[in-house]
């Protein structure tokens, strides 16, 4: 992992710096828990239990989110002061190998948050350029990250790469290197609309899910499923939100619908979950860079004022 040199004004620099590093890393993890507690979910693992997994818990979901978190801390501090340029990912790539080593010591060998490692990787150290970025912002330069020319060691194949073969489909690279189109554009202003509508954490949470899901070509469904698989997914969180969202019992009834749908055909929606993560923590990002502007502002008043 990369060694940050500070010269000028060392002590204060790297305080600011691990400081900066361990706020995001919160972050992340905070956004793998609240996706892995909100309850419920059609098909994935939720405080009810494993939906359609055989392997995977709520209990192993948490132990995972928090084993990773030091490693986003390291991406952080990789990515500050940093250009964005094949050395970082090189070193970005290499962190995250080492997070899915921990991943899978963690989980007893199962895949609880590959994609999420990948995903949430790329917005830390997008995040970790700036603290003033928007969430279109700092997707845009997690996008510029993913698209920079990289040879990756040999790996086995992913049921990722395996359904993006198979059916043309963008896939959790595609995603990222088009700048988190799914999160900007459909899980954000969801989640946003929804908490200005004034509905609970959870509402607007499974809402923006819901919006993710009936958009995405989820390779999770794809690999396990098919296309029947992924247009019923699509189709019944369609229905979710015409019913009238995760709020309503009309929109409840179509959550519990497409629930028994997906735990029947032994299907998640494990990319749209990951996306979700996603939207929470560039929500986050925003929010807090937001409170430490107003706290600045208020500050600087009473300093004038005195």
């Not at 988190?180 to 509402?203: D, E, I, M, Y």
């Not at 619908?257 to 986050?284: C, K, M, Q, W, Y």
Request: hydrophobic fraction near 40%; include cysteine; proline fraction near 3%.
């Amino acid at each position: 992992m990369k060694t940050i040199v500070f010269t000028r004004n060392a002590p204060a620099a790297r305080t600011r710096s691990l400081k900066r590093a361990d706020q995001l890393a919160a972050l992340a993890r905070e956004a793998l828990t609240e996706e892995a507690e909100l309850t419920p979910k059609p098909g994935l693992v939720d405080q009810r239990g494993p939906g359609a997994h055989k392997d995977l818990s709520l209990e192993v979901m948490l132990r995972s989110a928090a084993v990773l978190e030091p490693y986003f801390a390291a991406m952080s501090l990789a990515s500050q002061g940093r250009d964005l340029n094949r050395s970082l990912r090189l070193e970005l790539a290499t962190i995250g190998r080492h997070a899915e080593c921990a991943m899978y010591t963690a989980t007893h060998g199962s895949n609880s948050h590959k994609g999420a490692i990948w995903i949430l990787g790329l917005l830390v150290a997008a995040s970790a350029h700036g603290e003033d970025q928007t969430a279109r912002e700092i997707a845009a330069s997690a996008g510029a990250i993913a698209r920079l020319p990289y040879q990756a060691q040999l790996e086995l194949l992913t049921h990722g790469d395996i359904a993006r073969n198979r059916y043309g489909v963008a896939g959790a690279r595609g995603e990222a290197a088009n700048d988190f189109p799914h999160v900007v554009n459909h899980g954000l202003p969801t989640l946003r609309r929804q908490q200005a509508a004034g509905f609970q954490k959870s509402v607007c949470q499974l809402d923006a899910l819901f919006s993710i899901m009936s958009h995405l070509d989820d390779t999770c469904l794809l690999y396990r499923g098919g296309i029947d698989a992924l247009q019923a997914a699509k189709s019944g969180a369609r229905a979710v939100l015409l019913a009238g969202g995760s709020s309503s019992s009309n929109g409840q009834a179509e959550m519990r619908n497409l629930d028994r749908e997906l735990v029947a055909r032994h299907v998640s929606p494990g990319g749209s979950a990951d996306l979700l993560a996603a939207t929470i923590f560039l929500d986050s990002v925003e929010r807090h860079s937001c409170e430490v502007r107003k706290n600045q502002g208020e500050w600087e008043e009473r300093d004038g004022a005195a």
